[in-house]
């Protein structure tokens, strides 16, 4: 590999780490691995930390100056114009009780703008992939946001109902006027906004590696993400992605709930 190198260069390493990352996790589960609490109270198993240990094995093969920055092992400082971040299973919990809806997230920084995204469900062996200029790809095939422009004809996803409700009734306003709402959260959510099977996933509580790849696999998919308050960044406290057509009116909605709650915390 160059030692700048392009896009596709960097892609086609992420998506190889994510697909034998994702194939390691699945030799544990539904295989009754330990559970361990973390300091944050988030669970994490040997699966989390081996398939980060292979993601970080490829990238260092072929790009050893570069930055990585992973939930399970910390920040190895690089490069600061390529940052790799690692989330080798967003959805532990659905992991730990057996449901294949979860995966790994790989997402690069090229001069502190996203510009490649990976997302690989080992479940269903589904592999998203994106890079700026590059399109979106599922499987190989080119993969794009579904053009429902009507929330009444969508599919409003949440990563924690439960979070989305307590936070604000945001969620409810928008689940309640669309044809499907359900809780296919994590990685997955985001997926099927890419894939066009939904129209809208929502995410109130965020990290960076959960939602790196993300902006490119969006943009390339025609769609969009970014924070409750519109900012296009992966560094906000919380998330959305929709299928573009309808961002302006989810966001309306967002946004409304983001003022009122910074105006409650001025009045505290």
């Known amino acids: 590999m160059p030692q700048q190198p392009s896009l596709k260069d960097l892609l086609s390493v992420a998506a190889d780490a994510a697909y034998l990352a994702g194939r390691r996790t699945l030799a544990y589960f539904n295989a009754e691995v330990a559970v361990e609490t973390k300091s944050d ?21 072929f790009f050893p100056d570069h930055a990585v920055l992973g939930e399970e092992h910390g920040e190895t400082s690089g490069n600061p114009e390529y ?20 995966g790994v997230l790989i997402g690069v920084e090229v001069r502190g703008r996203p510009s490649v995204g990976v997302i690989y469900a080992p479940g269903t062996d ?28 969508a599919t409003v996803l949440a990563g924690s109902i439960t979070r989305a409700l307590a936070r604000s009734d945001a969620y409810e306003k928008l689940a309640s ?5 359900r809780g296919w959260g ?48 992966i560094w906000g406290p919380d998330g959305v992605a929709t299928n573009g057509a ?12 983001t003022r009122r709650a910074d105006a409650n915390m001025k009045g505290d």
């Open 83 to 102: 940052r790799w971040i690692i989330d080798p299973i967003d959805g532990t919990k659905s992991f730990i009780h057996g449901v294949p809806l979860y």
């Open 41 to 61: 109270d988030t669970p994490v198993t040997r699966a989390d930390r081996e398939a980060e240990l292979v993601i970080r094995e490829r990238v260092t093969r």
């Open 126 to 153: 589904e592999l998203v992939a994106a890079a700026d200029g590059l399109g979106c790809t599922c499987n190989g095939r080119t993969s794009r946001v579904s053009r429902v422009e009507r929330i009444e004809d």
């Open 246 to 257: 309808l961002n302006e009116h989810v966001l309306s909605v967002l946004r409304a709930e």
């Open 177 to 181: 006027r669309a044809k499907l709402n």
């Open 186 to 233: 994590d990685a997955y959510g985001y997926l099927l906004v890419a894939t066009g099977r939904a129209e809208v996933m929502l995410d109130p509580v965020l990290n960076p590696w959960d939602c790196a790849p993300l902006p490119p696999i969006l943009r390339e998919a025609g769609g969009r993400f970014t924070t409750w308050a519109g900012e296009e960044t």
